[in-house]
């Protein structure tokens, strides 16, 4: 949620008796700066400096403010995007400092302690909790009750924030625009966006494209002809043929996949490259296979790319014969499936999601497949099928993170044929 940005600490507790009337706010917003683990001025009342971080269980303090009226509660990292933050994505391979801190350092020294099997250990030396509560609350009431309960010797630095009553479901939206891939040209629209809005946003990146281009070619060199300047550039005698933009309708909900991530687009540009690579070797018939699929974007992606191949090839050949392609989603999570099956539908492309063969799987993720196949509302959803798992696919793509590649690497080689390609993300890349 959103609050405003000016922001002022509270100094005097009369202070957040104050309102003026009229005002529209629904909820007020407490933020709790700088909790740590370990702090010296929980030693000495006496000693006490109201400006030294406080020493504070944050994941107990979370739970107080919901059990006492919090509609919400959200812990950040205060060292985020600063030199103090410790690295949390690892690459294959290697190990930041954190991971290798013993377990009682850890436990007097870290706020927060994440465990992520995919990415290893996450520790945040200090944190923020925000908490939002009617705009009603008695703030100094909450104060009291949190240095009662926790035993403090004087309250946390905190700020107070109104939070505007809006219709927040259009404010997102409207803030959420079309996302364009540079160079792969995919149009990512969701539901609500008009045509006039995707055709702005299109603009705005041939524009983007068009400044970085004058700049290359002004960089390279100046022809003078009499009153005529031209930019030119050697590597622009072999431009490529211009890409038409290719549209994509994704109603993402709780599945990976809108295309806002790094990783998306880095897979995007990789399946656009591969696909129209076998289109132009004439390949009757392209498998697409879309390992950790979730809301189903690369293999609707390549989809999308033969069919408006095809479509362009008729209107310059009506005899000429197509392509076709077969795409599959591979996924653990039957939300995802139903998701990536629904996105599909509304793009006019044919693409199946299946849950993996159970015996691909590791421990944790057959539990979460098992459960899945277990559950009523999952009825119909399939597991790969033995004809779609083998060496059947000419593109394999898996926008998965790092450390679950690793593993899956000898599931996803057994997937592709001779001579097939496979797409990495999520620290690999090949």
């Known amino acids: 949620v959103l609050s405003k940005e000016s922001s002022e600490e509270i100094v005097d507790s009369e202070d957040d008796e104050e309102e003026d009337e009229g005002d ?28 030294e971080d406080t020493t504070m269980d944050v994941r107990g303090l979370s739970e107080f403010l919901m059990e006492i009226g919090a509609c919400s509660v959200s812990i950040t990292d205060t060292d985020k995007d600063t030199p103090d933050e ?16 013993e377990d009682v350092m850890i436990e007097n020294t870290y706020a927060m302690v994440l465990e992520d099997r995919a990415v290893g250990r996450n520790l945040w030396k200090r944190c923020d909790v925000s908490a939002h509560f009617p705009a009603s609350i008695d703030v100094p009431s909450i104060i009291d009750s949190l240095r009662y309960t926790f035993s403090l010797p004087a309250a946390p630095r905190y700020t107070v924030d109104d939070v505007p009553d809006m219709d ?3 404010h997102v939206q409207e803030s959420w625009t079309p996302i364009i891939t540079r160079d792969s040209k995919f149009v990512l629209r969701f539901p609500w966006h008009e045509d006039d809005v995707v055709m702005k946003a299109c603009q705005e990146m ?8 004058m700049a290359a070619q002004f960089d390279t060199g100046v022809k003078r002809e009499g009153a005529v300047v031209n930019f030119y550039n050697e590597d622009l005698e072999q431009k490529q043929e211009e890409r038409a933009y290719v549209q994509i309708e994704l109603e993402g909900g709780i599945a990976f996949g809108t295309g806002e991530h790094p990783t998306t687009r880095l897979c995007l540009d990789w399946v656009r490259d591969t696909t129209e690579e076998l289109l132009k070797s004439d390949a009757e018939c392209i498998n697409f ?6 809301s189903g974007v690369l293999g609707i992606a390549a989809a999308a790319v033969v069919r408006d191949y095809n479509q362009g090839k008729r209107k310059q050949e009506p005899t000429s014969s197509l392509s076709s392609i077969k795409t ?3 996924e653990i999570d039957a939300d995802a499936i139903r998701i990536a099956d629904d996105n599909a539908e509304k793009n006019g492309v044919e693409m199946k999601n299946y849950l993996p063969d159970i015996d691909s799987l590791d421990d944790e993720a057959l539990s979460v497949v098992l459960r899945a196949m277990q559950r009523k509302r999952n009825k119909g959803i399939e597991t790969l099928p033995s004809d779609l798992n083998g060496q059947v696919y000419d593109l394999c793509a898996a926008n998965i ?3 679950p590649l690793v593993g899956l690497a000898p599931v996803l080689a057994s997937l592709v044929k001779s001579g097939g390609k496979i797409g990495f993300s999520g620290g690999l890349f090949v």
Request: net charge negative; with cysteine.
């Open 328 to 330: 599959v989603g591979v």
């Open 86 to 101: 410790d690295p949390v994505f690892d690459e294959p391979g290697e190990t930041s400092c954190t991971n290798d801190v």
């Open 206 to 213: 041939e524009r983007e494209k068009m400044q970085a281009a």
């Open 168 to 170: 927040w479901i259009k």
């Open 289 to 294: 296979v879309d390992y950790g699929a979730g």
């Open 401 to 403: 993170l790092a450390r």
């Open 24 to 51: 529209s706010w629904a909820l007020r917003e407490i933020k709790f700066l700088e909790l740590s683990a370990a702090s010296t001025n929980a030693a000495d009342d006496n000693n006490y400096d109201s400006t």
